[in-house]
């Protein structure tokens, strides 16, 4: 089985400790997820995160419907949480999301002062190998994941003055 990595930063302007709660609410999901997928989270919200804790899905992927269940395998306020696939369209999906605090970060020259870098470390298999991770799936992560910063930037006001 072939895995492959997809990593994503974003640097937004509160602490690890502001930012955490808003990914640790498993309803915001919906939020951070393209209209096109017509995601819908199943599990009743608030959801009590931890270790173990499952969360079931509906997407609908090039207009199919599906199932998805993730399982939070490792939880570490407000640093760090992974949630891994165990029912879905991957034959493996491991997310792991780190917030690391930041002070007086610089990007394009302007000071951004405190904040966190939010990173995300997606490992990931699909049914079909390279083939369908090239023609396919490659294109659709690196959509959704500028869909979710630009969702991320606009609810943490990144950018406004």
Known sequence: MKVFTLTNELWLPQSPEEVFPFFADAGNLERLTPP?????????????MAVGTLIDYRIGLRGIPMSWQ??????????RFVDEQRRGPYRLWVHEHVFIPQGAVAQGGDAQGDGTLARDIVQYAVIGGAIVQ???????????????NAALKDYFAVGVT
Do not use: N
């Open 36 to 48: 096109s997928l017509r995601f819908r989270i199943l599990t009743p919200t608030p959801t009590e």
């Open 70 to 79: 993730s399982e939070i395998t490792a939880w570490e306020p407000p640093y």
């Open 134 to 148: 090239r023609l396919f799936v490659a294109s659709e992560l690196e959509r959704i994941f500028e869909y979710r």
